[in-house]
């Protein structure tokens, strides 16, 4: 990312903080829509907390995805002011057509003419400036760069979780995160240190918080706790007791142990000082907006971000436990089932109802786990009675050879009058079942494709 295109990204986004500040001035509820993930709950958080401080109103609602069918019925409701966070960058015509002035911030691929203007709508995306918006910024970075000229540097913090939430923190953080970051550590509202990154250490027996650990993913370790028990056992380690419980050379030990496998266990950890306890641990609070997100209790989600938490927050933590282990009967799934492969990607299947917002997630864990062959993209399919739900999960080694599954699944999907995109890393699509057999023939060779040139 070049700093000039970060320059025109910082511009945009003032200039949507202009329109926000001029409707907030005239007491003009703010009509928010967000996406129902980590990213999505924290960026509408985000925009409603400066909202907020303003002594503005608004009024917001969370969805799985934008159908273009919402945008039509928005044009009914009579707000002077629309604000899409994670969502909207696939219609701007359509955006732009609302009675209202709107705000589009979003960090999709966007498809089509990247320098149209309009004249009641401000795009801030990072891709419409060459920038990556998997790894440069999530939506809550692209919200928190919108109202960031209205002074809110204490929402840094928030802007980092759902960066945490759409895995872009993984490696070394860069772009428009790494300068939030900075912006939020100078300010003393974030705290960097370094730790061993074993997920529930605190509140788990050693061996299942391990093998709660997917963020790095831990072969042999993660999702399979009686792999787990056997690791720590040949190594003469306690499994039943809390990691804070361990001996220091126990905890030296076991830190040489994991490093082996991968020296990304140990690594800078952030924290929001302010914070309830909880959510202090960014990638915690991350966990438990997703854990929501999953469960559809996207209430819960935007109340523990706006700070409405009487009850939601011990909702959002009971979800999270909730979650992961459906992560690691998933994940068994996958082992058990294997993926079919064509040329140049693979597949997995389900009928079942209760695993289908997991099969993305299980995709890009079974790829860094290699219990999926890590040379091909996975494409998850999910039945839905007569559609396909589809999610695409590939990895970086891919990417630089050329993959771009938001590219794929768009394309592919139209042909069969279905919809989907989002970034080349991950995507989805939405098909109807009878043209799967077509749908994943076409993927394989536009993926062949994308390999090839
Ligand atoms: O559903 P999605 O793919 O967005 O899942 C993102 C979440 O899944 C992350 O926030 C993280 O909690 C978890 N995850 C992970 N390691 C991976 C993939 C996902 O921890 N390799
Ligand atoms: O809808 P949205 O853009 O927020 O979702 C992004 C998706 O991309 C998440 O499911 C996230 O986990 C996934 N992702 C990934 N690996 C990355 C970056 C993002 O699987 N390196
Ligand atoms: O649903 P899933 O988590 O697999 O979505 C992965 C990415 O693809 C997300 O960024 C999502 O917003 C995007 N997507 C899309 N169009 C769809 C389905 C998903 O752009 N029809």
């Not at 126990?250 to 496998?261: P, S, Y």
């Not at 993959?403 to 069969?416: D, Q």
Request: hydrophobic share 35%; with cysteine.
């Amino acid at each position: 990312m070049t700093q000039e295109a970060q320059h025109y990204l910082l511009n945009r986004a003032d200039e949507a903080c202009s329109l926000l500040k001029e409707h907030i001035k005239k007491d003009h509820v703010v009509r928010v829509i967000s996406h129902n993930d980590s990213d999505g709950l924290s960026a509408a958080g985000v925009m409603c907390n400066a909202i907020s401080k303003q002594g503005g109103k608004f009024h917001v609602t969370i969805v799985p995805r934008l159908k273009e069918e919402f945008v039509r019925k928005l044009r009914n409701e009579r707000y002077k002011l629309f604000v899409f966070c994670d969502m909207g960058s696939a219609y701007p015509d359509l955006i732009s057509k609302l009675k209202a002035d709107s705000i589009i911030a979003d960090h999709h691929q966007v498809l089509g003419d990247h320098d149209k203007e309009y004249e009641n709508l401000v795009h801030v995306n990072p891709h419409l400036f060459g920038m990556d918006g998997t790894r440069d910024v999530s939506a809550s970075g692209v919200s928190y760069l919108t109202v960031r000229g209205m002074d809110n540097v204490e929402l840094t913090g928030l802007a980092l979780v759902g960066a945490y939430g759409d895995m872009q923190c993984s490696e070394e953080i860069i772009g428009v995160n790494k300068m939030m970051l900075d912006e939020g550590l100078n300010a003393g509202v974030i705290e960097e240190h370094e730790d061993l990154k074993i997920t529930y250490k605190k509140e788990e027996p050693l061996y299942k918080a391990l093998s709660y650990t997917f963020n790095p993913a831990l072969k042999g370790i993660s999702g399979d706790p009686e792999g787990t028990k056997a690791f720590l056992e040949e190594r003469g380690l306690s499994y039943g007791i809390k990691f804070d419980d361990l001996a220091e050379e126990e905890k030296d030990l076991l830190k040489e142990e994991l490093m082996k496998i991968t020296p990304k266990i140990f690594d800078k950890v952030y924290s929001i000082p302010r914070e309830t306890p909880v959510l202090r641990n960014i990638e915690d609070y991350s966990r438990i907006l997703d854990a929501c997100g999953k469960n559809k209790k996207y209430g819960v989600g935007l109340s523990i971000c706006i700070g409405e938490r009487e009850n939601a927050l011990e909702e959002g933590i009971g979800f999270a436990k909730k979650y992961r282990d459906s992560l690691v009967k998933g994940i068994n799934w996958i082992k058990k089932e294997g993926s079919v492969h064509l040329d140049n990607i693979q597949y997995i299947y389900t009928e079942d109802k209760s695993r289908k917002s997991l099969m993305g997630t299980i995709s890009s864990i079974g790829l860094e786990l290699e219990i999926l062959d890590p040379n091909k993209p996975v494409i998850a399919i999910s039945k839905m009675d007569n559609i396909i739900k589809v999610s695409g999960r590939t990895s970086m080694e891919l990417i630089r050879k050329g993959v771009n599954l938001g590219y794929a699944l768009g394309e592919a999907a139209k042909s069969f009058n279905g919809a989907g995109g989002g970034h080349n890393i991950a995507a989805g699509a939405v098909v109807p079942f009878k043209d799967m057999d077509n749908f994943t023939d076409i993927v394989d060779e536009i993926v062949g494709t994308q390999i090839r040139q």
